[in-house]
């Protein structure tokens, strides 16, 4: 399976060493992302694929469900597409924080 386009950014938020990495794309319309350093994936309905649009619906609750909805449950799928972004955004370079 190719994903045709991924985005990957750091927030800056200190949940690991690296902060907090998130890679997202676009999965039959709607933004999937996965945040690597808190080990959670949603779906985004709602969202557009840039940074501002996908930090908004992860921080609302309102605006992200489970990844298998996007998915119509191809768990196969699902564990590919998830991967892809993972491995995506494990080589996106962690920031700098501040001590």
């Known amino acids: 399976m190719q994903i045709d386009k991924i985005i990957s950014f750091n927030t800056g ?14 999965h039959n319309g709607v933004v999937i992302m996965v945040d690597i350093d808190c080990g959670i994936d949603y779906a985004l309905p709602a969202a557009a694929l840039d940074r501002n649009s996908i930090m908004a619906a992860y921080d609302d609750p309102a605006l992200h469900t489970h990844v298998s909805s996007a998915f119509d449950n191809n768990f196969q799928l ?19 924080l501040p001590k």
């Open 13 to 26: 938020r200190q949940y690991s060493d690296k902060g907090q990495r998130i890679a997202a794309a676009i």
């Open 78 to 96: 699902e564990r590919e597409f998830i991967k892809q972004l993972e491995d995506h955004a494990r080589a996106f370079p962690g920031c700098l």
